[in-house]
């Protein structure tokens, strides 16, 4: 695959993700809000459902696609979910 290939599929997933990205969620001052909203998140992202996702992209040979994402996904989602445990921690102290 050719760096132009890769990224022209780069800016196809930015343009698919704006519309979630660029919506209404954490538009809001309020920090307890904003705790609910990363916490369901974190909860959505923990779901074992991305094997359809594979599937679907293998059917139009753009596997390689789940690893960007899954690259750029996972160090979010540690600090999701490092961020919220931290929160609980002192929460309760």
């Not at 990363?38 to 059917?59: G, Q």
């Amino acid at each position: 695959m050719s760096e132009a290939e890769i990224i022209h599929d780069a800016e196809v997933i930015g343009t698919e993700l704006e519309p979630v990205t660029s919506g209404t969620l954490f538009r809001t001052d309020d920090p307890v809000q904003i705790i609910e909203q990363a916490s369901a998140v974190a909860d959505a992202l923990s779901r074992r459902d991305f094997i359809y996702l594979v599937l679907f992209l293998a059917l139009f040979g753009k596997s390689n696609w789940f690893l960007v994402l899954a690259a750029a996904g996972a160090p979010i989602f540690f600090l999701l979910l490092v961020f919220l445990a931290a929160r609980e921690h002192f929460q309760t102290a």
